[in-house]
Protein backbone atom coordinates (compact mmCIF):
# COMPACT_ATOMS: atom_id res chain seq x y z
CA UNK A 1 0.00 0.00 0.00
CA UNK A 2 2.88 2.29 0.90
CA UNK A 3 6.18 1.78 -0.32
CA UNK A 4 9.48 4.84 0.14
CA UNK A 5 11.89 4.59 -2.53
CA UNK A 6 15.13 6.22 -1.48
CA UNK A 7 12.99 9.22 0.39
CA UNK A 8 14.89 12.23 1.56
CA UNK A 9 13.46 15.52 2.92
CA UNK A 10 15.10 18.75 3.57
CA UNK A 11 13.46 21.62 4.78
CA UNK A 12 14.00 25.26 4.00
CA UNK A 13 16.81 26.47 5.90
CA UNK A 14 19.06 23.46 5.44
CA UNK A 15 17.46 20.87 8.28
CA UNK A 16 17.33 17.47 6.83
CA UNK A 17 14.50 15.57 8.74
CA UNK A 18 14.95 12.70 6.11
CA UNK A 19 17.49 11.32 4.07
CA UNK A 20 17.31 7.59 2.26
CA UNK A 21 14.51 6.22 3.60
CA UNK A 22 13.35 3.00 2.37
CA UNK A 23 10.52 0.92 3.40
CA UNK A 24 7.31 -1.16 2.62
CA UNK A 25 3.69 -1.28 3.85
CA UNK A 26 1.46 -4.06 2.54
CA UNK A 27 -2.09 -3.75 2.59
CA UNK A 28 -4.17 -4.82 5.91
CA UNK A 29 -0.95 -4.55 8.30
CA UNK A 30 -0.12 -2.35 11.41
CA UNK A 31 3.45 -0.98 11.96
CA UNK A 32 4.64 1.00 14.51
CA UNK A 33 7.20 3.64 13.54
CA UNK A 34 9.39 4.84 16.34
CA UNK A 35 12.55 6.60 17.52
CA UNK A 36 13.78 9.68 19.29
CA UNK A 37 11.86 12.92 18.73
CA UNK A 38 13.30 14.57 15.80
CA UNK A 39 14.08 11.66 14.14
CA UNK A 40 11.59 12.54 11.22
CA UNK A 41 8.24 10.19 12.55
CA UNK A 42 6.08 13.18 11.88
CA UNK A 43 7.94 14.24 8.62
CA UNK A 44 7.56 10.70 7.41
CA UNK A 45 3.73 10.59 8.31
CA UNK A 46 3.32 13.85 6.49
CA UNK A 47 4.84 13.14 3.41
CA UNK A 48 2.16 10.08 3.05
CA UNK A 49 -0.91 12.47 4.05
CA UNK A 50 1.02 14.89 1.33
CA UNK A 51 1.29 17.62 3.70
CA UNK A 52 4.81 18.16 2.53
CA UNK A 53 6.30 17.25 -0.69
CA UNK A 54 9.96 14.81 -0.58
CA UNK A 55 12.62 16.43 -1.90
CA UNK A 56 14.06 13.74 -3.27
CA UNK A 57 12.78 9.84 -4.09
CA UNK A 58 9.07 8.56 -4.51
CA UNK A 59 6.84 8.14 -2.20
CA UNK A 60 4.38 5.85 -3.50
CA UNK A 61 0.68 5.46 -2.55
CA UNK A 62 -1.58 2.04 -3.98
CA UNK A 63 1.57 2.29 -6.68
CA UNK A 64 1.01 5.76 -7.11
CA UNK A 65 3.99 8.44 -7.17
CA UNK A 66 2.83 11.04 -4.31
CA UNK A 67 5.55 13.42 -4.43
CA UNK A 68 4.34 13.87 -7.97
CA UNK A 69 0.62 14.06 -7.25
CA UNK A 70 -1.17 17.06 -9.21
CA UNK A 71 -2.33 19.27 -6.42
CA UNK A 72 -5.68 19.41 -7.26
CA UNK A 73 -6.06 15.26 -6.28
CA UNK A 74 -4.57 16.08 -2.72
CA UNK A 75 -7.60 16.16 -1.31
CA UNK A 76 -8.54 13.01 -2.89
CA UNK A 77 -5.65 11.66 -1.84
CA UNK A 78 -6.42 12.69 1.38
CA UNK A 79 -9.81 11.37 2.14
CA UNK A 80 -8.46 7.66 1.87
CA UNK A 81 -6.25 8.17 4.75
CA UNK A 82 -7.48 8.90 8.35
CA UNK A 83 -4.42 11.06 10.38
CA UNK A 84 -4.53 11.18 14.20
CA UNK A 85 -3.06 13.80 15.93
CA UNK A 86 -1.37 13.95 19.41
CA UNK A 87 -2.84 17.39 19.63
CA UNK A 88 -6.02 15.88 18.50
CA UNK A 89 -6.48 19.06 16.36
CA UNK A 90 -10.69 19.09 16.91
CA UNK A 91 -12.28 22.36 16.32
CA UNK A 92 -13.02 23.94 19.69
CA UNK A 93 -15.99 25.95 18.75
CA UNK A 94 -17.81 22.73 17.12
CA UNK A 95 -19.80 20.02 18.73
CA UNK A 96 -18.30 16.47 19.06
CA UNK A 97 -20.98 15.94 16.52
CA UNK A 98 -19.76 18.14 13.98
CA UNK A 99 -16.37 17.82 14.55
CA UNK A 100 -17.18 13.85 13.75
CA UNK A 101 -19.32 15.36 10.64
CA UNK A 102 -16.55 17.41 9.16
CA UNK A 103 -14.86 14.78 6.39
CA UNK A 104 -18.48 13.59 5.38
CA UNK A 105 -19.95 17.20 5.18
CA UNK A 106 -16.92 18.16 3.03
CA UNK A 107 -17.57 14.95 0.61
CA UNK A 108 -21.09 16.06 0.62
CA UNK A 109 -23.26 13.28 1.65
CA UNK A 110 -27.05 13.74 3.27
CA UNK A 111 -27.73 14.54 6.55
CA UNK A 112 -29.41 11.71 7.11
CA UNK A 113 -26.34 9.20 6.36
CA UNK A 114 -24.42 11.85 7.97
CA UNK A 115 -26.24 11.52 11.44
CA UNK A 116 -26.34 7.74 11.06
CA UNK A 117 -22.54 7.26 10.30
CA UNK A 118 -21.24 10.03 13.19
CA UNK A 119 -23.26 8.18 16.04
CA UNK A 120 -22.10 4.71 14.86
CA UNK A 121 -18.41 5.86 14.97
CA UNK A 122 -19.02 7.78 18.32
CA UNK A 123 -20.79 4.70 19.59
CA UNK A 124 -17.64 2.95 18.02
CA UNK A 125 -14.97 4.70 20.32
CA UNK A 126 -17.64 4.73 23.36
CA UNK A 127 -18.29 8.88 23.13
CA UNK A 128 -22.08 8.69 21.56
CA UNK A 129 -23.47 10.49 24.54
CA UNK A 130 -20.99 13.17 24.24
CA UNK A 131 -22.09 14.52 20.71
CA UNK A 132 -23.30 17.64 22.16
CA UNK A 133 -20.31 18.70 24.07
CA UNK A 134 -17.65 20.71 23.17
CA UNK A 135 -14.07 19.55 22.59
CA UNK A 136 -12.39 21.47 25.86
CA UNK A 137 -15.26 20.15 28.03
CA UNK A 138 -13.82 16.79 27.38
CA UNK A 139 -10.68 14.43 28.76
CA UNK A 140 -7.84 14.39 26.48
CA UNK A 141 -8.43 10.83 25.98
CA UNK A 142 -11.80 11.28 25.22
CA UNK A 143 -10.95 14.11 22.81
CA UNK A 144 -8.31 11.64 21.60
CA UNK A 145 -10.79 8.83 20.81
CA UNK A 146 -13.22 12.04 19.15
CA UNK A 147 -10.06 12.68 16.59
CA UNK A 148 -10.01 8.58 15.83
CA UNK A 149 -13.83 8.84 15.34
CA UNK A 150 -13.52 11.42 12.99
CA UNK A 151 -10.64 9.66 11.33
CA UNK A 152 -12.07 6.87 10.63
CA UNK A 153 -16.13 7.92 9.58
CA UNK A 154 -14.61 8.29 6.30
CA UNK A 155 -13.93 4.40 6.42
CA UNK A 156 -10.40 4.92 4.97
CA UNK A 157 -8.38 1.76 3.93
CA UNK A 158 -5.28 3.51 5.61
CA UNK A 159 -4.63 5.08 9.19
CA UNK A 160 -2.06 7.57 10.24
CA UNK A 161 -1.59 7.91 13.77
CA UNK A 162 1.09 10.83 15.03
CA UNK A 163 2.09 10.09 18.76
CA UNK A 164 -1.64 9.12 19.77
CA UNK A 165 -0.65 8.00 22.90
CA UNK A 166 1.32 10.98 24.01
CA UNK A 167 -1.04 12.78 26.39
CA UNK A 168 -2.72 9.90 27.58
CA UNK A 169 -2.19 7.78 31.18
CA UNK A 170 -1.05 4.50 30.47
CA UNK A 171 -4.39 2.72 30.63
CA UNK A 172 -5.72 4.88 27.93
CA UNK A 173 -3.19 4.44 25.54
CA UNK A 174 -3.01 0.50 26.33
CA UNK A 175 -6.90 0.90 25.11
CA UNK A 176 -6.59 2.84 22.64
CA UNK A 177 -3.62 0.86 21.23
CA UNK A 178 -6.12 -2.19 21.44
CA UNK A 179 -8.48 -0.43 19.52
CA UNK A 180 -6.08 0.57 16.78
CA UNK A 181 -5.26 -3.48 16.48
CA UNK A 182 -8.98 -4.02 16.47
CA UNK A 183 -9.26 -1.70 13.21
CA UNK A 184 -6.36 -3.44 11.52
CA UNK A 185 -8.56 -6.61 12.39
CA UNK A 186 -11.23 -5.62 10.20
CA UNK A 187 -8.92 -4.80 7.01
CA UNK A 188 -7.62 -0.83 8.06
CA UNK A 189 -4.10 -0.66 7.32
CA UNK A 190 -2.21 1.21 10.30
CA UNK A 191 1.14 3.59 10.31
CA UNK A 192 1.45 4.47 14.39
CA UNK A 193 4.19 6.58 14.99
CA UNK A 194 5.23 6.01 18.99
CA UNK A 195 7.92 5.94 21.43
CA UNK A 196 6.21 3.86 23.95
CA UNK A 197 8.40 0.81 23.60
CA UNK A 198 6.89 -0.65 26.46
CA UNK A 199 3.36 -0.57 24.68
CA UNK A 200 4.83 -1.38 21.26
CA UNK A 201 7.02 -4.19 22.61
CA UNK A 202 3.98 -5.97 24.51
CA UNK A 203 1.37 -5.48 21.20
CA UNK A 204 4.64 -7.40 19.16
CA UNK A 205 3.80 -5.83 15.70
CA UNK A 206 6.27 -4.79 13.13
CA UNK A 207 8.65 -2.04 14.66
CA UNK A 208 10.26 0.32 11.68
CA UNK A 209 12.68 2.18 13.87
CA UNK A 210 14.52 6.14 12.26
CA UNK A 211 17.11 7.15 13.43
CA UNK A 212 18.54 11.05 12.71
CA UNK A 213 16.17 10.86 9.80
CA UNK A 214 17.14 7.29 8.13
CA UNK A 215 16.12 3.70 9.13
CA UNK A 216 17.81 2.04 10.98
CA UNK A 217 15.76 -1.21 11.71
CA UNK A 218 12.96 -3.11 10.53
CA UNK A 219 11.32 -5.19 12.99
CA UNK A 220 9.15 -8.16 12.14
CA UNK A 221 6.03 -8.64 14.12
CA UNK A 222 6.07 -11.32 16.87
CA UNK A 223 9.67 -10.37 17.79
CA UNK A 224 10.96 -8.89 20.88
CA UNK A 225 11.95 -5.67 20.75
CA UNK A 226 15.40 -5.04 22.54
CA UNK A 227 18.26 -2.83 22.84
CA UNK A 228 18.56 1.24 23.02
CA UNK A 229 16.07 2.24 20.36
CA UNK A 230 16.12 5.90 22.02
CA UNK A 231 19.44 7.42 21.10
CA UNK B 1 -13.90 -0.85 2.27
CA UNK B 2 -15.56 2.32 0.99
CA UNK B 3 -13.64 5.29 0.95
CA UNK B 4 -14.84 8.78 0.58
CA UNK B 5 -15.67 9.07 -3.05
CA UNK B 6 -15.62 12.76 -4.12
CA UNK B 7 -19.61 12.42 -3.69
CA UNK B 8 -20.58 13.98 -6.77
CA UNK B 9 -23.87 14.38 -7.86
CA UNK B 10 -26.15 17.44 -8.10
CA UNK B 11 -27.43 16.91 -4.83
CA UNK B 12 -23.98 16.57 -2.97
CA UNK B 13 -23.26 19.82 -4.39
CA UNK B 14 -26.18 21.45 -3.70
CA UNK B 15 -25.42 20.41 0.10
CA UNK B 16 -21.53 21.35 0.10
CA UNK B 17 -23.01 24.72 -1.07
CA UNK B 18 -25.44 25.23 1.20
CA UNK B 19 -22.79 24.43 4.14
CA UNK B 20 -20.58 27.30 2.16
CA UNK B 21 -23.06 29.69 2.25
CA UNK B 22 -24.02 29.22 6.01
CA UNK B 23 -20.52 28.97 6.83
CA UNK B 24 -19.96 32.42 5.20
CA UNK B 25 -23.25 34.17 7.19
CA UNK B 26 -21.60 32.74 10.50
CA UNK B 27 -18.51 34.39 9.55
CA UNK B 28 -20.04 37.86 9.17
CA UNK B 29 -22.46 37.37 12.46
CA UNK B 30 -19.48 35.98 14.75
CA UNK B 31 -17.81 39.56 14.28
CA UNK B 32 -20.56 41.65 14.32
CA UNK B 33 -18.61 44.95 14.91
CA UNK B 34 -15.73 44.07 13.07
CA UNK B 35 -17.72 43.48 10.31
CA UNK B 36 -20.27 46.67 10.50
CA UNK B 37 -17.06 48.84 10.94
CA UNK B 38 -15.72 47.30 7.35
CA UNK B 39 -19.28 48.01 5.99
CA UNK B 40 -18.55 51.36 6.65
CA UNK B 41 -15.63 52.44 5.32
CA UNK B 42 -16.95 50.36 2.38
CA UNK B 43 -19.54 52.53 2.15
CA UNK B 44 -18.04 55.65 2.17
CA UNK B 45 -15.61 54.35 -0.49
CA UNK B 46 -17.96 53.74 -2.84
CA UNK B 47 -20.08 56.63 -2.10
CA UNK B 48 -17.69 59.42 -2.54
CA UNK B 49 -17.44 58.19 -6.67
CA UNK B 50 -20.85 57.23 -7.13
CA UNK B 51 -21.83 60.56 -5.42
CA UNK B 52 -19.63 62.00 -7.52
CA UNK B 53 -21.36 60.73 -10.70
CA UNK B 54 -24.65 62.17 -9.55
CA UNK B 55 -23.40 65.08 -8.87
CA UNK B 56 -22.28 65.55 -12.23
CA UNK B 57 -25.25 63.90 -14.08
CA UNK B 58 -27.17 66.73 -12.75
CA UNK B 59 -25.11 68.97 -14.00
CA UNK B 60 -25.23 67.61 -17.13
CA UNK B 61 -28.86 67.89 -16.92
CA UNK B 62 -28.95 71.37 -16.01
CA UNK B 63 -26.13 72.79 -19.00
CA UNK B 64 -28.11 71.01 -21.28
CA UNK B 65 -31.48 72.68 -20.94
CA UNK B 66 -29.16 75.81 -20.80
CA UNK B 67 -28.32 74.89 -24.22
CA UNK B 68 -31.60 74.66 -25.40
CA UNK B 69 -32.54 78.21 -24.55
CA UNK B 70 -29.53 79.80 -26.74
CA UNK B 71 -30.27 81.73 -29.14
CA UNK B 72 -27.96 83.45 -31.70
CA UNK B 73 -27.88 87.59 -31.76
CA UNK B 74 -27.33 88.83 -35.67
CA UNK B 75 -26.79 92.73 -35.80
CA UNK B 76 -26.94 94.11 -39.27
CA UNK B 77 -24.95 97.06 -40.09
CA UNK B 78 -26.40 100.14 -39.48
CA UNK B 79 -27.46 101.40 -42.96
CA UNK B 80 -29.51 98.04 -42.96
CA UNK B 81 -33.17 99.38 -43.44
CA UNK B 82 -36.26 97.26 -42.40
CA UNK B 83 -37.12 95.57 -45.84
CA UNK B 84 -32.94 94.32 -46.29
CA UNK B 85 -33.87 93.10 -42.52
CA UNK B 86 -36.81 91.38 -43.32
CA UNK B 87 -35.70 89.58 -46.21
CA UNK B 88 -32.57 88.63 -44.74
CA UNK B 89 -34.38 87.66 -41.70
CA UNK B 90 -37.06 85.23 -44.22
CA UNK B 91 -34.32 84.25 -46.28
CA UNK B 92 -32.59 82.72 -43.14
CA UNK B 93 -35.50 81.24 -42.03
CA UNK B 94 -35.68 78.59 -44.89
CA UNK B 95 -32.17 77.80 -43.40
CA UNK B 96 -32.20 73.48 -42.53
CA UNK B 97 -29.86 74.20 -38.89
CA UNK B 98 -32.43 77.21 -38.05
CA UNK B 99 -35.72 77.03 -36.00
CA UNK B 100 -36.77 80.75 -36.02
CA UNK B 101 -35.97 84.43 -36.59
CA UNK B 102 -37.00 86.60 -34.67
CA UNK B 103 -36.49 90.61 -36.43
CA UNK B 104 -35.70 93.34 -33.59
CA UNK B 105 -36.41 96.91 -35.14
CA UNK B 106 -33.47 99.37 -33.71
CA UNK B 107 -37.00 101.11 -31.49
CA UNK B 108 -37.80 97.63 -29.88
CA UNK B 109 -34.26 97.22 -29.02
CA UNK B 110 -33.91 100.92 -27.50
CA UNK B 111 -36.57 100.35 -25.57
CA UNK B 112 -35.67 96.57 -24.11
CA UNK B 113 -32.32 97.92 -23.61
CA UNK B 114 -34.06 101.09 -21.18
CA UNK B 115 -36.55 98.65 -20.07
CA UNK B 116 -34.06 96.50 -18.82
CA UNK B 117 -31.81 98.66 -17.35
CA UNK B 118 -35.35 100.03 -15.25
CA UNK B 119 -34.22 103.17 -16.50
CA UNK B 120 -38.06 104.22 -16.35
CA UNK B 121 -38.91 107.89 -17.70
CA UNK B 122 -35.53 108.98 -17.65
CA UNK B 123 -35.89 106.52 -21.41
CA UNK B 124 -38.02 109.38 -22.68
CA UNK B 125 -34.90 111.64 -22.15
CA UNK B 126 -32.68 109.25 -23.36
CA UNK B 127 -35.39 109.18 -26.44
CA UNK B 128 -35.22 112.84 -27.35
CA UNK B 129 -31.36 113.12 -26.30
CA UNK B 130 -30.16 111.07 -28.60
CA UNK B 131 -30.13 112.52 -32.03
CA UNK B 132 -31.17 109.43 -33.95
CA UNK B 133 -31.45 105.57 -32.83
CA UNK B 134 -28.06 103.84 -32.53
CA UNK B 135 -28.97 100.99 -32.74
CA UNK B 136 -29.09 98.47 -35.77
CA UNK B 137 -31.59 95.66 -36.64
CA UNK B 138 -31.02 92.75 -35.11
CA UNK B 139 -32.38 89.40 -36.09
CA UNK B 140 -32.44 86.81 -32.88
CA UNK B 141 -32.03 83.30 -34.16
CA UNK B 142 -32.71 79.66 -32.57
CA UNK B 143 -30.72 76.82 -34.20
CA UNK B 144 -32.04 73.94 -34.74
CA UNK B 145 -31.24 71.61 -31.53
CA UNK B 146 -27.99 69.57 -32.02
CA UNK B 147 -26.74 72.33 -34.86
CA UNK B 148 -22.79 72.88 -34.43
CA UNK B 149 -23.39 76.41 -33.45
CA UNK B 150 -19.91 77.47 -34.62
CA UNK B 151 -20.13 76.92 -38.74
CA UNK B 152 -23.49 78.61 -38.26
CA UNK B 153 -21.83 81.56 -36.90
CA UNK B 154 -19.18 81.47 -39.49
CA UNK B 155 -21.78 81.47 -42.40
CA UNK B 156 -24.13 84.05 -41.10
CA UNK B 157 -20.81 86.33 -40.59
CA UNK B 158 -20.64 85.34 -44.46
CA UNK B 159 -24.10 86.84 -44.82
CA UNK B 160 -24.40 90.47 -46.85
CA UNK B 161 -25.60 92.88 -44.27
CA UNK B 162 -24.43 91.10 -41.56
CA UNK B 163 -21.89 93.21 -39.16
CA UNK B 164 -21.23 91.06 -36.69
CA UNK B 165 -22.92 87.37 -34.74
CA UNK B 166 -22.92 87.25 -30.92
CA UNK B 167 -22.74 83.83 -29.37
CA UNK B 168 -22.52 83.46 -25.64
CA UNK B 169 -21.82 79.87 -25.78
CA UNK B 170 -18.15 80.18 -24.65
CA UNK B 171 -18.56 79.41 -21.12
CA UNK B 172 -20.92 76.63 -22.03
CA UNK B 173 -18.50 74.74 -23.75
CA UNK B 174 -16.50 75.72 -21.58
CA UNK B 175 -18.32 73.92 -19.09
CA UNK B 176 -18.79 71.30 -21.36
CA UNK B 177 -15.53 70.21 -21.52
CA UNK B 178 -14.87 70.38 -17.87
CA UNK B 179 -17.80 68.04 -17.17
CA UNK B 180 -16.00 65.98 -20.05
CA UNK B 181 -12.90 66.04 -18.09
CA UNK B 182 -14.51 65.33 -14.44
CA UNK B 183 -16.74 62.64 -16.31
CA UNK B 184 -13.48 60.69 -17.13
CA UNK B 185 -11.41 61.80 -13.46
CA UNK B 186 -15.11 60.17 -12.07
CA UNK B 187 -14.35 57.10 -13.75
CA UNK B 188 -10.55 56.87 -12.89
CA UNK B 189 -12.04 57.50 -9.62
CA UNK B 190 -14.41 54.25 -9.21
CA UNK B 191 -11.79 52.02 -10.76
CA UNK B 192 -9.14 53.46 -7.98
CA UNK B 193 -12.08 53.10 -5.13
CA UNK B 194 -13.30 49.39 -6.59
CA UNK B 195 -9.64 48.79 -6.19
CA UNK B 196 -9.93 49.81 -3.06
CA UNK B 197 -12.88 48.05 -2.14
CA UNK B 198 -11.10 44.40 -3.05
CA UNK B 199 -8.30 45.48 -1.21
CA UNK B 200 -10.11 46.38 2.02
CA UNK B 201 -12.46 43.15 2.00
CA UNK B 202 -8.84 41.19 1.66
CA UNK B 203 -7.60 42.03 4.33
CA UNK B 204 -10.72 41.93 6.32
CA UNK B 205 -10.70 38.09 4.83
CA UNK B 206 -6.83 37.77 5.40
CA UNK B 207 -7.95 38.59 9.47
CA UNK B 208 -10.23 36.15 8.72
CA UNK B 209 -8.39 33.22 7.78
CA UNK B 210 -6.05 34.39 10.48
CA UNK B 211 -8.81 33.57 13.65
CA UNK B 212 -9.85 30.35 11.26
CA UNK B 213 -6.33 29.01 10.52
CA UNK B 214 -6.74 26.01 12.63
CA UNK B 215 -10.19 25.17 11.01
CA UNK B 216 -8.76 25.45 7.14
CA UNK B 217 -5.75 23.01 8.33
CA UNK B 218 -8.41 20.19 9.77
CA UNK B 219 -10.53 20.84 6.66
CA UNK B 220 -7.73 20.30 4.26
CA UNK B 221 -6.03 17.43 6.70
CA UNK B 222 -9.58 15.43 5.72
CA UNK B 223 -9.67 16.07 2.38
CA UNK B 224 -11.41 19.34 1.69
CA UNK B 225 -11.04 20.73 -1.95
CA UNK B 226 -9.61 24.26 -2.16
CA UNK B 227 -13.02 25.26 -4.09
CA UNK B 228 -14.88 23.68 -0.75
CA UNK B 229 -12.15 25.91 1.84
CA UNK B 230 -12.49 28.68 -0.56
CA UNK B 231 -16.21 29.11 -1.33
CA UNK B 232 -17.13 30.49 2.20
CA UNK B 233 -14.64 32.97 2.07
CA UNK B 234 -15.87 33.55 -1.33
CA UNK B 235 -19.18 33.91 0.04
CA UNK B 236 -18.22 36.83 2.33
CA UNK B 237 -16.38 39.09 0.47
CA UNK B 238 -19.29 38.93 -2.07
CA UNK B 239 -21.82 39.90 1.48
CA UNK B 240 -19.34 42.34 2.28
CA UNK B 241 -19.25 43.63 -1.41
CA UNK B 242 -22.83 43.36 -1.78
CA UNK B 243 -24.24 45.35 1.47
CA UNK B 244 -21.08 47.64 1.44
CA UNK B 245 -22.79 48.88 -2.18
CA UNK B 246 -26.29 48.68 -1.05
CA UNK B 247 -25.26 50.78 1.76
CA UNK B 248 -23.54 53.19 -0.40
CA UNK B 249 -26.56 53.63 -2.25
CA UNK B 250 -28.45 54.24 0.38
CA UNK B 251 -26.09 57.07 1.50
CA UNK B 252 -25.95 59.03 -1.93
CA UNK B 253 -30.16 58.07 -2.39
CA UNK B 254 -30.71 60.05 1.51
CA UNK B 255 -28.02 62.55 0.43
CA UNK B 256 -30.15 63.89 -2.33
CA UNK B 257 -33.65 63.84 -0.40
CA UNK B 258 -31.75 65.89 2.30
CA UNK B 259 -30.60 68.45 -0.68
CA UNK B 260 -33.82 67.87 -2.44
CA UNK B 261 -35.59 70.81 -0.66
CA UNK B 262 -32.68 73.36 -0.50
CA UNK B 263 -32.34 72.87 -4.53
CA UNK B 264 -35.90 73.41 -5.41
CA UNK B 265 -35.56 76.80 -3.14
CA UNK B 266 -32.57 77.45 -5.47
CA UNK B 267 -33.93 76.58 -8.76
CA UNK B 268 -37.07 78.17 -7.74
CA UNK B 269 -35.28 81.87 -7.04
CA UNK B 270 -33.78 81.74 -10.63
CA UNK B 271 -37.34 80.79 -11.82
CA UNK B 272 -36.28 77.58 -13.19
CA UNK B 273 -37.75 73.97 -12.67
CA UNK B 274 -35.16 71.84 -11.98
CA UNK B 275 -35.00 68.63 -9.68
CA UNK B 276 -32.36 66.50 -8.27
CA UNK B 277 -32.19 63.12 -10.80
CA UNK B 278 -31.33 59.91 -8.53
CA UNK B 279 -29.05 57.56 -9.50
CA UNK B 280 -30.38 55.65 -12.69
CA UNK B 281 -30.45 51.87 -12.33
CA UNK B 282 -27.95 50.77 -14.15
CA UNK B 283 -25.64 53.06 -12.11
CA UNK B 284 -27.16 51.62 -9.04
CA UNK B 285 -27.02 47.99 -10.43
CA UNK B 286 -23.15 48.58 -11.41
CA UNK B 287 -22.19 49.88 -8.17
CA UNK B 288 -24.21 46.73 -6.23
CA UNK B 289 -23.21 44.37 -8.75
CA UNK B 290 -19.32 45.75 -9.21
CA UNK B 291 -18.73 46.05 -5.63
CA UNK B 292 -19.90 42.47 -4.88
CA UNK B 293 -17.28 41.36 -7.91
CA UNK B 294 -14.86 43.31 -6.21
CA UNK B 295 -15.66 41.62 -2.99
CA UNK B 296 -15.54 37.95 -4.66
CA UNK B 297 -11.70 38.96 -5.96
CA UNK B 298 -10.71 40.68 -3.33
CA UNK B 299 -11.57 37.34 -1.27
CA UNK B 300 -10.33 34.73 -3.55
CA UNK B 301 -6.53 36.53 -4.26
CA UNK B 302 -6.46 36.39 -0.39
CA UNK B 303 -7.30 32.42 0.16
CA UNK B 304 -5.77 31.26 -3.15
CA UNK B 305 -2.39 33.11 -1.18
CA UNK B 306 -3.15 31.01 1.98
CA UNK B 307 -4.58 27.40 0.39
CA UNK B 308 -1.01 27.50 -1.35
CA UNK B 309 0.90 27.09 1.58
CA UNK B 310 -1.67 24.02 3.27
CA UNK B 311 -1.36 21.85 -0.38
CA UNK B 312 2.42 21.88 -0.90
Do not use: C
Not at chain 1, 34 to 44: D, Y
Not at chain 2, 96 to 123: H, K, M, R, W
Amino acid sequence: MIRFERVAKRYPGGIQALSDVNFELADGELAFLTGHSGAGKSTLLRLIALLERPSRGQVLFDGRNVGKLARRHIPYLRRRIGVIFQDHRLLSDKKVFDNVALPLLIAGVSYSEIKRRVRAALDKVGLIDKENMYPPMLSGGQQQRVGIARAIIGKPPLLLADEPTGNLDPDMSADLMDYFVQLNEVGVTVLIASHDLDLIRRLGKRVLVLKDGTMVDDLPPRQTLTGDTSG
Amino acid sequence: MEALPGAAGARAWARRHAFSFLSSLGALSRQPIASTMTLIVLAVALTLPTALHVTLDNVRAISASWERLDTLSVFLSVETNEIEARRLGSRLTLWGDITAVDPISPEQGLADVTGQLDLGNVSNELEAALPSNPLPWVLEITPEDGTNVAALVNRLEREAGVSSVMVDLKWLERLDAMLAVLGQLVVLLAFLFAVSVAFIIANTIRMDIQNRREEIEVMALVGATPAFIRRPFLYTGLWYGLLGGTLAWLVVNLGLIALSGPISNLSGSYDADFSLHAPGIEISALLIVGSGLFGILGSWLVVNQHLKKINP
